[in-house]
């Protein structure tokens, strides 16, 4: 077989996109990866061939051996990470795309491309600038930074300056029936908010999980313009203290979109500066203040009265913010149904990793290929994507890779806000997210799926792959919360998160690699069983299919916390 003129096979916008990459070693790579040449050579090269050839000698089983290349070629080092923002990520996203090209799916980003550009906003703090927590009032308290606290960088402002009477608020919780208020009887206008970043351990895990996540929200929203965010055990034992302070020594950057009028999108826009004290500053703070560290944390779980410290904070938080692009990757797979082609269901992935990050032992690795978070994931969604080009679903499917996940689900959260198909037509989300694939898989677990009518397909889906439908094996880890599924959930629309389960050894093989490999240097491809993967992509095929084929239009359980607290399709 030829392999040139190769470049008369291409588009142009890819000859262009790929003229810079002088290597020819890298771009054999590229090629070989994709798979695209045979494509390139029998299918671009060779225009007379038609649809049917294609679809008569197309593989109808999940493939091991396309999920492993997809893998490897974006967990390589020559990707440097695939961090949001770098030319290593938007490697990735063209690599995505050209797939999508390759199976025939219509572009569904923007002008008619694959690629959805999103405007972000990368801050961090400036490290040649001063910054710190200290009492100007009410006592006498040395506090070290690194050890005692830590700044948390700005959104809102470059230079973040609060001087204020800080304010103990418990968890920033207030119960939607009323029976709890840790705001009554406070008023927070130009305050301090000091509080444990939790919620009542008696709700349940995944509204738990969400109270917790907003209470910055709230904070904003009761007219606090600083908040100082205490350390409890619970939150020691998840992420510790020690492990957040040499993230921080490593200059990681926070991202968020940036909205129509050039503004950082925030949650909590009324907040100008933050910090987070280690159970050691912590103590030290509420002993000043009169009261006991121990006792308090006890009183916050069942609710305490909020009170005055007495005590003024300083918080000087100095950010550098930057404005840049990165793509998240769309593709549409029209329906075949006359009626109920109008409807969408998305597929999404997360497509970044963490990047390039400085260490301070000369003989470790700086590069996070991030192989299992999210390039499994990732390849799944791609596999996924062939197998139903080849038998199309009764309802349109949107195949998204997002970026900046790893920053907070910024990506998902600007797709699901601002959708390439119309927003009405958004009827459920499937989100892949680090399988951990390293063991042969007896059962899975589906995040949320019973909270909507997209649990019998989901079950019926899985049990037919002669597998078994789970319960969440750790629901205090609020999961369902903490991946880009959340963002539709947040727009109203049903959506799950599949994951294999603790069965036959997953349990140990789950626990090992997050504490030895989940985003450290170590996650690389050598360790996924790609068997395995396979045979997940197919689970998720079959569930995509399911769902895409409902006679009904998903929707949420009645009563459901969520689907009432989103009904009105957004948050």
Known sequence: MRLLPLTACLSPGFVRSFSDLTKLGFFMKIIAATGLLAALALTACNPSIPEEAHAATAPEAASAEKVEAHVRFLADDLLEGREAGTRGYDIAALYVAEQFRAYGLQPGGDEDSYMQQVPLFRYQLDQAAPQSLTVTEGADLPLELGSDYLISASSQVEQGLVEAPAVFVGYGFIAPDGSRDDFDGVDLEGKIAVIFRDAPSDLNTEERAHYSSTSYQRLSEAGAVGVVTLYHPVAQERYSFERRA??????????????????????????????????????????????????????????????????????????????????????????????????????????????????????????????????????????????????????????????????????????????????????????????????????????????????????????????????????????????????????????????????????????????????????????????????????????????????????????????????????
């Open 246 to 571: 040499a993230m921080d020594r490593m200059g990681r950057a926070s991202m968020t979109w940036v909205d129509a009028d050039g503004n950082a999108h925030s949650g909590a826009p009324n907040l100008q500066a933050g910090a987070t004290m280690s159970i050691e500053g912590a103590k030290k703070l509420i002993e000043a203040a009169g009261r006991d560290y121990d006792a308090l944390v006890e009183e916050t779980v069942t609710g305490t009265q909020p009170f005055e410290l007495g005590l003024t904070l300083r918080i000087e938080a100095n950010s550098t913010h930057e404005e840049i692009t990165s793509p998240n990757v769309a593709a549409i797979l029209p329906g075949t149904d006359e009626t109920l082609a109008g409807e969408y269901v998305v597929l999404s992935a997360h497509l970044d990793h963490e990047g390039v990050k400085p260490s301070f032992n000369p003989n470790e690795d700086t590069l996070f290929n991030g192989a299992m978070d999210n390039a499994s994931g990732t390849s799944a969604l791609l596999e996924v994507a062939r197998l139903l080009s080849l038998d199309p679903p009764k309802r349109s499917v949107v195949f998204v890779a997002v970026t900046a996940e790893e920053k907070g689900l910024v990506g998902s959260d600007y797709y699901a806000r601002f959708p390439t198909v119309p927003a009405e037509g958004v009827v459920a989300n499937v989100n892949l997210d680090m399988p951990i694939m390293t063991y042969e898989f007896d059962d899975v677990v589906a995040f949320g799926t019973e909270r909507s009518s997209l649990y019998e397909p989901v079950k019926a889906a899985v049990e037919g792959a002669g597998l078994t439908l789970s319960p969440d094996p750790n629901p205090d880890l609020g999961l369902f919360t903490r991946s880009d599924h959340y963002s539709w959930v947040k727009q109203g629309v049903p959506a799950t998160y599949l994951v294999p389960g603790h069965a036959n050894g997953g349990g140990e093989a789950q626990a090992k690699f997050l504490a030895e490999d989940y985003h450290r240097p170590s996650d690389e491809a050598d360790q996924l069983n790609f068997n395995a993967l396979a045979r997940f992509a197919g689970v998720k095929a079959d569930i995509a299919r399911s769902v895409a084929n409902m006679e009904e239009r998903p929707s949420w359980n009645e009563g459901d916390f969520f689907g009432d607290l989103f009904a009105e399709g957004g948050e």
